[in-house]
Every structure is written in C-alpha cells, then in structure tokens.
C-alpha cells in the first residue's frame, strides 16, 4: 500500500512513476493558452486538461484519473483509480481579490519546513519558490491536528509578480483508501509522495509570458 511506501523507502514502488529527466519526454503533453500566455508539460497518461475561463481567470484541471468539467456536482463525479491524483493550475491577471494575502503572509514568515495552524487549518512551507519574475512559496496545506472534519491535503503553490498576477497550483490525492488501522494523514501523504516528483516537474516546465 502507499501507507508502507512512506515507512519503508525501498519497499516496493507505487505506480506512479515520471520520467527521471527534468525535461518532459516523449511520454509528456504541452498545454498552452496562448491569451494567458501560459504553457505547461503534462504526463500523456494523464486526463484533462480541463480548461474553464471566467476573465481574468484561466484555470486548467489535469489527473491520473478523469477530470470533471468545472462545476461538475460531486455525486457526478465516478472514479476507479484508487489513490491517484489531481492537478488545477490557476491564473488570474492582474488580480484584484485579496483572499490570497493572508496565506502569502503567513508563509514568509515561515521557515522552510515551519508549520503554522489554527483551529481548522495547518500550512507548512516546503520551501521558497521563483519562477521567472513570479515568486512565492510551495507549501502543504491540511487539517490541523484538532480538526476532525473529513480529510483534507493537498501540496500548493502560490506565487505573484509585481503586476498583482496570480498563479496558484494545487496537487491533492483523490479517491484515497485509507486502509483499516492506518492514519488517514499518513496514507495521504504517501499519495503525495508518491507524486512529488510529477508535481515538480510539471511547476518546473510552466512558462508564463
């Protein structure tokens, strides 16, 4: 199971596997937008991408397992891979919604692997992140450890220039199993784990114009 994958790093590897190399191989798609003026690469086996458009908002949905039109209610949504995972890459021009600030502020003053939480929620900076005249923050975003609502965790990305440009990446395990006897938390984060590497690259091959 993906739970033992994170006790034990030589155990047997999950199926998830990404290309050693940086650059995205044969075995990757491009996206791009040409009036976002943004691209990135993907893994072929993946689904979506799912682009939905509200201006000044291009948010584009990618998995390893069907992605839903945005706005597609819950009880649509049918998945059979269990275990995988969910992409959504959002940005937003010249953004003019403040809601991010207060994560973006808590996170500077963060060391990298420094947890902040409240009574809900628990963000940990992973680490200091720029990406062409973009900069800001990659960090785990979850439950804190008093929270008892269903499970919530997911890997981000936040990062602005100096034109109040937003882009936001999101990475969440989807259709988790969480096995009799394991922490939800644990199972989790070996999801992540398991697509850390996928995740990197696909924020390494963005290029916004």
């Given at each position: 199971?993906?739970?033992?994958t ?10 998830v ?9 044969s075995e990757?798609?491009?996206y791009?937008?040409?009036a976002?003026?943004?691209s990135?690469?993907?893994p ?5 991408p ?7 908002t291009?948010?584009v ?8 039109p945005y706005g597609?209610?819950?009880?649509e ?10 992409m959504?890459?959002?940005?937003t021009?010249?953004n ?5 600030q207060e994560?973006?502020?808590k996170l500077?003053?963060?060391?990298e ?8 929620s628990?963000?940990?900076l992973?680490?200091r ?5 973009f900069?800001g923050?990659?960090?785990i975003s979850t ?6 609502t269903?499970?919530v965790y997911?890997?981000?990305?936040i ?5 109040s440009?937003l882009?936001t990446i999101m990475g ?11 922490q ?14 996928i995740?990197?690259q696909?924020?390494?091959?963005l290029?916004?114009?």
């Amino acid at each position: 199971s993906v739970a033992t994958t994170q006790a034990q790093p030589s155990a047997e590897p999950t199926a998830v596997t990404a290309p050693t190399e940086a650059e995205p191989s044969s075995e990757w798609k491009q996206y791009s937008n040409n009036a976002f003026g943004l691209s990135f690469a993907y893994p072929a086996s993946w689904f979506g991408p799912d682009e939905y458009i509200s201006e000044p908002t291009l948010r584009v949905a990618i998995g390893s397992d069907v992605v839903y039109p945005y706005g597609t209610g819950l009880e649509e949504q049918v998945y059979t891979l269990k275990n995988s995972y969910a992409m959504v890459i959002q940005y937003t021009k010249n953004n003019q919604n403040d809601f991010f600030q207060e994560t973006y502020q808590k996170l500077s003053g963060l060391q990298e692997g420094q947890s902040l939480s409240d009574a809900r929620s628990m963000i940990t900076l992973v680490r200091r992140l720029n990406l062409g005249r973009f900069e800001g923050f990659e960090y785990i975003s979850t439950l804190s450890e008093t929270a008892q609502t269903e499970a919530v965790y997911s890997r981000e990305v936040i990062l602005v220039d100096d034109q109040s440009n937003l882009l936001t990446i999101m990475g969440s395990p989807n259709n988790v199993e969480v096995p009799s006897g394991q922490q939800w938390r644990d199972v989790y984060r070996g999801v992540d784990q398991a697509n850390v590497e996928i995740f990197h690259q696909i924020v390494d091959s963005l290029v916004i114009e």
